[in-house]
């Protein structure tokens, strides 16, 4: 189980996949925040090669829709067309000590999630996990 704070914490609850080639993880996002809501969140899984942005670098228009605006699903349909990614979803809105989850699919050349969403208090701020293993 792993856990990050800062308005964002992900656990991950593993669930033996029936199906062959993928497992099915319950992914619970809660929102340890007193006062930050978060937006509707972007989420994938994939093989590590993909990052969604990198530090001191400009971000994305797709990133700049989340960060400034809310809205998960231009970052969302840049995942699903990224090479390496093999899993795309998104997650509807998380308020203050509010917790949402959803069941996505860890393929077996994946081993890495990538998840990000916009504090809503903000007009360009947003929080994440960029290829966490």
Known sequence: MKGYGLAL????LYAPGVFSGYDELEVMVENLSFAQPLSPMALCTH?????FFE?????????VQL????NAAPLAGQMGSSNGVEYVTTLPAVGPMETKTATIRMYDDSGYISVAAMATNTNDCFVALNAEK
């Open 9 to 12: 914490c992900l656990v991950w």
């Open 47 to 51: 093989d590590g090669s993909y990052r």
């Open 55 to 63: 530090f001191g670098e400009p971000a994305s228009s797709q990133l």
């Open 67 to 70: 960060a400034e605006f809310g």
